[in-house]
């Protein structure tokens, strides 16, 4: 299983974008990159999902540089409702496969 | 669309007592999981169950055992609660999310259990 290194906690304000790098020195062939975003006292929701280049979706912004050692969550323009939790996973997309979530990256968003 | 359904929310249990959580999904995932989440801390794996008929261990599979009752229940059973065992439990299942193009987890709501 690739480790993953993240900040542990992260500033910003409302209305700025927010970038969190997520290192992952050891990421194999055929792993995948996903994002999870979880909230106090919610179970982890899915964010987005990538192999390599960029992957955008209505809510974020995946960036995967060609060497795959790390990946960058991008939030643009963020609101207080983005205070959270995120969770870089590294890994085999199919059944059954042991994602494992490290401690994330707490993101406080201030007014 | 309930998705991953968790019971119950909350349980406080005496040292020593047995109970079983449960969980069911209803999007016909193949694979479903248990993780636990201390304070402050992120998920581990508990068990999962690949596919229905299969069970294997997670991280921290002591103290747990689990059930895959059918498709679409998995069920984690503590046998002789301990305090350590204070967490919070999360069942998920997983699978390729084809009208998005993924291959994602669908979390339940979670248990919070207390052992005193």
């Known amino acids: 299983l690739a480790k993953t290194t993240q900040p542990i906690s992260m500033d910003s304000y409302e209305g700025q974008e927010v970038n969190i790098t997520c290192s992952h020195n050891?990421?194999?062939?055929?792993?995948?990159i996903t994002w999870y975003q979880q909230f106090p006292s919610q179970g982890p929701r899915f964010i987005i999902q990538?192999?390599?280049t960029k992957v955008t979706n209505e809510v974020a912004s995946l960036f995967i540089p060609a060497d795959r050692k790390s990946s960058t969550l991008s939030l643009p323009r963020v609101s207080l409702s983005d205070t959270a939790v995120y969770y870089c996973?590294?890994?085999?997309?199919?059944?059954?496969?042991?994602?494992?979530f490290g401690g994330g990256t707490r993101l406080m968003v201030k007014p | 669309n309930a998705g991953v359904t968790q019971t119950p929310k909350f349980q406080v249990l005496k040292t020593g007592q047995s109970m079983t959580l449960q969980c069911a999904q209803d999007m016909n995932h193949n694979s479903m999981y248990w993780y636990r989440q201390d304070p402050g801390m992120g998920l581990r794996l508990i068990y999962y169950s690949a596919s229905e008929g299969t069970t294997d261990k997670g991280e921290v599979p002591n103290g747990y055992n689990v059930s895959r009752l059918n498709k679409r229940e998995f069920s984690l059973r503590l046998e002789s609660a301990a305090p350590s065992q204070t967490s919070v439990y999360f069942c998920?299942?997983?699978?390729?999310?084809?009208?998005?193009?993924?291959?994602?987890?669908?979390f339940g709501s979670g248990t919070r259990l207390t052992v005193v």
């Open positions: 990538g192999y390599k």
């Open positions: 998920a299942s997983s699978d390729f999310i084809e009208r998005q193009g993924y291959y994602g987890y669908t």
């Open positions: 996973l590294v890994g085999l997309i199919n059944a059954g496969n042991m994602l494992t």
């Open positions: 050891n990421i194999a062939t055929n792993d995948y």
